[in-house]
């Protein structure tokens, strides 16, 4: 089993910050991409930031300048530091990682239960 373990969400302001951490643990042997979606309600869940094994990012371009996407590969977590948050991003945010279990040849993906993140106005 693979597990995912979000923390940090919750309610701030507009204009505040919020860090979330995600850490993976289990029968894991190595992960390429890791990321952050989010799904307001009734809206689809979508893309807000993603990184690759050598650290490359990319963003939404909603979030662009203002959240930063970090990865510690030696203890399987990452991390989404947000600032100037905006009402609109309030969503449940996911995490994902696409990688491969031990004793497998392909790889897969793998979500987190989701954290709640709320910005009042």
């Known amino acids: 089993q693979v597990q995912l373990v979000e923390s940090g969400g919750g309610l701030v302001q507009a204009g505040g910050s919020l860090r979330l951490s995600c850490r993976v643990s289990?029968?894991?042997?190595?992960?390429?991409?890791m990321g952050w979606f989010r799904q307001a309600p009734g809206k689809q869940r979508e893309l807000v930031a993603g990184?690759?094994?050598?650290?490359?990012?990319n963003y939404a371009d909603s979030v662009k300048g203002r959240f930063t996407i970090s990865r510690d590969n030696a203890k399987n977590t990452v991390n989404l530091q947000m600032i100037s948050l905006k009402p609109e991003d309030t969503a449940v945010y996911y995490c994902?990682?696409?990688?491969?279990?031990?004793?497998?040849?392909?790889?897969?993906?793998?979500w987190g239960q989701g954290t709640q993140v709320t910005v009042s106005s």
């Open positions: 289990g029968s894991i042997f190595s992960i390429d991409t």
């Open positions: 994902n990682v696409n990688g491969r279990r031990y004793w497998s040849s392909i790889n897969a993906d793998y």
């Open positions: 990184i690759d094994s050598g650290g490359s990012t």
